[in-house]
């Protein structure tokens, strides 16, 4: 059996975790993007601020699902899943906060479709989320390793 260093294994795990991250990060996508257009078009909600937010907290949801059992696998124990998605949450109310300045700033500023908004600020998010879940809840140093939430091994 071929030996790899720490280096080279916690480089191939990162670059597996990110491409289940994309696949799954677009799975969550479309569902917001379908939804945001279910709740402004189909059914009519006034302000597409508010249907973003929505359609966006319901994907941070199914997004939660993923990260836990798909992308980032085995981190915690079930016991502490809660809290894990209070952290969780956090991160993602920074990214909703990103999210509707980028859509309000692009389409009340410049005049875009509100949909066309959704697309930059999305891409934008998406980074974000990645970057903060894998540093905060998904690294050796995650910040809910000072409260002694050991990883399963």
Do not use: Q
Request: net charge positive.
């Amino acid at each position: 059996m071929k030996k790899i260093s720490f280096e080279k294994a916690t480089k191939n795990k990162v670059v597996g975790e990110g491409k289940r991250y994309v696949i799954f990060g677009l799975i969550v996508t479309a569902i917001d993007f379908i939804l945001l257009f279910i709740l402004k078009e189909l059914l009519l909600f006034s302000h597409y601020l508010v249907a973003a937010a929505i359609s966006f907290l319901i994907a941070t949801s199914i997004s939660y699902y993923f990260n836990m059992r798909h992308v980032f696998k085995g981190y915690y124990d079930s016991i502490i899943k809660l809290r894990l998605y209070v952290v969780f949450l956090v991160i993602t109310g920074v990214g909703l906060l990103i999210n509707e300045a980028i859509m309000f700033r692009l389409t009340e500023g410049f005049g875009w479709y509100y949909l066309s908004s959704k697309i930059i600020a999305s891409a934008i998010v998406i980074f974000w989320n990645f970057l903060a879940k894998k540093l905060f809840l998904f690294s050796d140093w995650a910040i809910l390793k000072k409260y002694k939430f050991k990883p399963k091994k």
